[in-house]
């Protein structure tokens, strides 16, 4: 959201070995006067399975955005996905509430993308939550970036 200076986005990679991904989450929320925040960590291939599980059973790779809400005053969520040789990419206006989907053009295909993004915000935020509990450490190299995953959302 520009108004407010809110700019909320997570990432995961898979990296060239292909056995484990990079997940990354920056929010830019100026709470405070704060700066950037930024979590990163290395992940799983159980995870990395686990991801593509949870977006091929959304069937949000069937989904069109063409008939949903576009970007307004109040933001636009992004959602970019490529999983093995498909790539999609979606942007609507922001969603606060289920009541935005229901009065939507297209309902159906705006709930997938809903849910879709609620279940990896929380999964997202759970593993942010585990690891920097669990775990100091601190991954930083993003050089060799493969195919496989990569889903983007992004909260403008």
């Not at 091929?56 to 949903?68: A, L, Q, V």
């Not at 939507?104 to 759970?126: C, H, I, M, N, T």
């Not at 509990?133 to 403008?156: C, D, Y």
Request: aromatic letters at 8%.
């Amino acid at each position: 959201m520009y108004t407010n200076c809110l700019c909320e986005e997570f990432d995961f990679r898979v990296l060239g070995d292909g056995r484990s991904a990079s997940a990354r989450y920056a929010n830019n929320s100026n709470y405070r006067n704060d700066s950037l925040i930024r979590k990163e960590m290395c992940v799983s291939d159980a995870l990395v399975a686990e991801i593509k599980k949870i977006v091929k059973d959304s069937e949000i790779m069937k989904e069109d955005d063409t008939k949903w809400p576009q970007k307004n005053k109040d933001g636009r969520q992004e959602l970019e996905i490529r999983l093995g040789n498909e790539h999609i990419s979606f942007e609507t206006a922001k969603i606060g509430s289920l009541q935005d989907v229901s009065d939507s053009s297209d309902p159906e295909g705006l709930r997938v993308f809903y849910y879709l993004v609620q279940d990896l915000k929380a999964l997202v935020f759970s593993l942010i939550s585990l690891h920097f509990k669990v775990s100091t450490l601190e991954f930083t190299t993003w050089q060799n970036v493969a195919h496989g995953i990569s889903a983007q959302i992004k909260p403008i």
